[in-house]
């Protein structure tokens, strides 16, 4: 999973990726990205304007590797998971989220930088309405 982060708050501007291992951010790209992450997004303004979009991708190689022809579907079922948990955490903290599946998939890899095996599935832009 990636953060795409506007600024004005603790993290400088730019794009992280979520490191599970270590439960933390590495920031890939430095600067704000959101005009672009919307321009890849048919232009939908939430992502300009939030502060914050998580973006979920997956390695499909990586999954099929371990789950075989059922990887595909366990990977939309996961990134479900993941979107609804993030969804709820906000509810809990009173931060607005809404779900964007509409974006072209080439697009979003090269404004992430995403190496050529990972496929962004699900931008979740975020902040207080
Ligand atoms: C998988 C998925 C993808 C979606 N993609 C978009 C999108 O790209 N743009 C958008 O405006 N709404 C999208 N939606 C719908 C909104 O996130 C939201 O569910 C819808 O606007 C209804 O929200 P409301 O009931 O609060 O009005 C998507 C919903 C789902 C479940």
Do not use: W
């Not at 430095?30 to 939430?46: F, H, I, V």
């Not at 997956?58 to 789950?67: C, E, F, L, M, S």
């Not at 993941?82 to 697009?107: K, P, R, Y």
């Amino acid at each position: 999973m990636h953060v795409v982060v506007g600024g004005g708050g603790k993290l400088e501007p730019g794009v992280y990726r979520y490191v599970p291992e270590d439960n933390t951010l590495i920031r890939e790209i430095a600067g704000d990205m959101r005009e672009k992450l919307s321009n890849a997004a048919l232009s939908q303004p939430m992502i300009r304007s939030a502060p914050v979009s998580f973006v979920i991708s997956a390695v499909y190689a990586r999954i099929a590797g371990k789950y075989g022809n059922r990887g595909l579907r366990y990977t939309y079922m996961e990134a479900g998971h993941a979107a609804q948990n993030i969804s709820l955490l906000g509810v809990e903290l009173g931060i607005g989220i809404c779900t964007v599946g509409a974006f072209e998939d080439e697009e979003v890899k090269n404004v992430l930088k995403l190496p050529a095996n990972e496929e962004p599935l699900y931008i979740l832009p975020l902040g207080y309405i």
